[in-house]
């Protein structure tokens, strides 16, 4: 990377601190140009949001070669989120921890998040995100994605997880209010859908049925777990989702 580019996003971390600035290196007219972009994220458990119209503005004046942010008062060293989102950019990215300035560049290496013990990051490392994961590793089946903001199920939003698992062909198996208990209906795979805290009463909180009465999630701001099901999970549960092998 050239100096004026760290020059300008050095700047730019200054800037925006304490919150996370973000942007983009790109070739323009044969020179290395940083671009700022707006952080849309709207709280500390989102991964910092780059909009896509940014991201296009920036791709209409040159060739991305490089996604940017900053870690403010931490140290430069990639997140689990941070290196998943390498991989799903097939860019390098260039961290820098501000006020020090240190910078940490990393690149698509491969990399995989553990199935426990992941950090928690909103909409990129979350209860979806593991489960779309266990599919993806256990049977080889990719289980589509969908844009999702921090506090959605606060916020008006309709009942996301049940109809984007009812849209990937999962069939409802269970719901609140049946007579038999729902640990009496699961099979190895059945995805869990509970209503932890939620205004507006729609689940908000995915996990896996991995067997022997263990579940398998992403609890909110924690690290993944394997969890007994059982208890406070059980009476939080409202769907069981089943897909067919």
Known sequence: MQESTLNDIRAHAQR???REACGVVIVERGRERYVPCRNTATTAAEHFRLPADDFATAEERGELVAIVHSHPDASPEPSDADRVSCEESGLPWHIISWPDGRLRTIEP?????PLVGRAYAHGVLDCWSLIRDWYARERNVS???FTRQDKWWDDGASDLYTQHCR?????VVWEAGHDAAASSVLEVGDVILMQIRSRNGV???GAVYIGDTRILHHP?????TRDVYGGYWHDCTRRIVRYAQ
Do not use: Q, T
């Open 16 to 18: 925006d601190y304490p």
């Open 203 to 205: 689940p908000n909180h």
């Open 109 to 113: 290496c491969g990399y995989e998040a």
């Open 167 to 171: 849209a990937a062909g999962g069939k």
């Open 220 to 224: 909110y701001g924690r690290l993944s």
């Open 143 to 145: 289980l589509p994605d």
